[in-house]
């Protein structure tokens, strides 16, 4: 498989620190997508959609483990069932 980018995503959180780990607790945060001109015409007519879907490769990934103890559980998971930033690419 060969990836190639189409652009970077750049949010207001630098460090895993002081990252919101629940989607609730990120309200107001604010990011952007900075598309490659050449793939910036595929952009066009998707106003008016509920949503898209965003697929990216984390490039700070640090060393991921297959289970891990998510935030405020007791109990190892499998890393896929969770939001657990440290994932293979």
Not at 36 to 49: M, Q, R, T, V
């Given at each position: 498989m060969e990836f190639r980018q189409i652009g970077t995503i750049h949010s207001e959180f630098k460090e895993a620190s002081g990252t919101p780990i629940q989607p609730g607790a990120a309200k107001g945060a604010k990011g952007r997508i900075i598309v490659?001109?050449?793939?910036?015409?595929?952009?066009?007519?998707?106003?008016?959609?509920e949503r898209i879907w965003i697929i990216y490769h984390f490039d700070r990934s640090c060393e991921h483990k297959p289970k891990v103890k998510p935030y405020l559980d007791d109990v190892e998971r499998g890393l896929f069932a969770t939001r657990a930033p440290c994932r293979p690419n």
């Open positions: 490659l001109e050449e793939y910036a015409e595929g952009l066009s007519d998707l106003e008016g959609f």
